[in-house]
């Protein structure tokens, strides 16, 4: 149990375009969902918490109109990096827990490479 | 939030156990440990959850003294399959959660 997943595992896109990554819980409800971004040889650095139905919570210094998260069902949060540039190149995870105090869960990461 | 410190790198031979402590000096009362593992470009495994004393199940121990101010991850008989980062964080249980990622210890099982 607690299965997470991210769709797509990694994309290559080009300067300027929008990428959408899902973040899915297969066998459980996540009323909450976090996003993270890793950099090469650093630890994750959480970037938003998301509570189903609610606007996300974004972490200082991160742009919310560049970041776009929805988490409109208990088992799908999506990230959305609008007018992607090469430093937005990184390891994306998300996470999801069944309440925002239980264990969280994480999916295998989505590889992002803007052009 | 309480901070967490590891060392940032151990080496260990197959077969070996190998302990992994982690210091939590500021830990509140509602506060529970929680050891991942996260292999290259993969997300992070959820091992082992405790709040005191010890904690076991198929893969891993986790060690609390009475204190709480650090906790032990216990590997035993490391494979080179273990060869990962090993991240200790402290949670707190009585409402909202903000994860912070320490900088983890790097575990490289030698032949």
């Known amino acids: 149990g607690a299965v997470v997943s991210q769709h797509p595992s990694w994309v290559i896109c080009k300067s300027g375009t929008s990428v959408k990554i899902e973040c899915r819980s297969l066998d459980f409800q996540a009323t909450t969902m976090f996003w993270y971004r890793q950099f090469p040889k650093q630890s994750l650095m959480l970037m938003a918490t998301?509570?189903?139905?609610?606007?996300?919570?974004?972490e200082q210094g991160v742009e919310k109109d560049k970041f776009l998260i929805n988490h409109a069902s208990l088992t799908l949060s999506t990230l959305t990096v609008t007018s992607a540039h090469p430093e937005d190149s990184s390891f994306y995870i998300c996470?999801?827990?069944?309440?925002?105090?239980?264990?969280?869960?994480f999916g295998p990461g989505t590889r992002l490479l803007v052009l | 939030l309480a901070k967490t410190t590891q060392p940032i790198s151990m080496d260990s031979y197959e077969g070996q156990e190998v302990n992994i402590t982690c210091s939590h000096n500021?830990?509140?009362?509602?506060?529970?440990i929680t050891w991942y593992q996260q292999f290259p470009s993969q997300g992070p495994r959820f091992i082992i959850q405790g709040y005191k004393t010890k904690v076991t199940n198929e893969v891993a121990s986790l060690f609390i003294p009475a204190d709480r101010k650090s906790s032990t991850l216990s590997l035993p008989r490391v494979s080179l399959s273990d060869t990962a980062v090993y991240y200790c964080l402290v949670l707190n249980s009585g409402g909202y959660q903000k994860v912070t990622f320490g900088t983890g210890t790097k575990l490289q099982v030698i032949p």
């Open positions: 998301s509570n189903e139905g609610s606007k996300a919570t974004y």
């Open positions: 996470s999801a827990s069944r309440t925002s105090v239980e264990t969280q869960y």
């Open positions: 500021n830990i509140a009362t509602n506060d529970y």
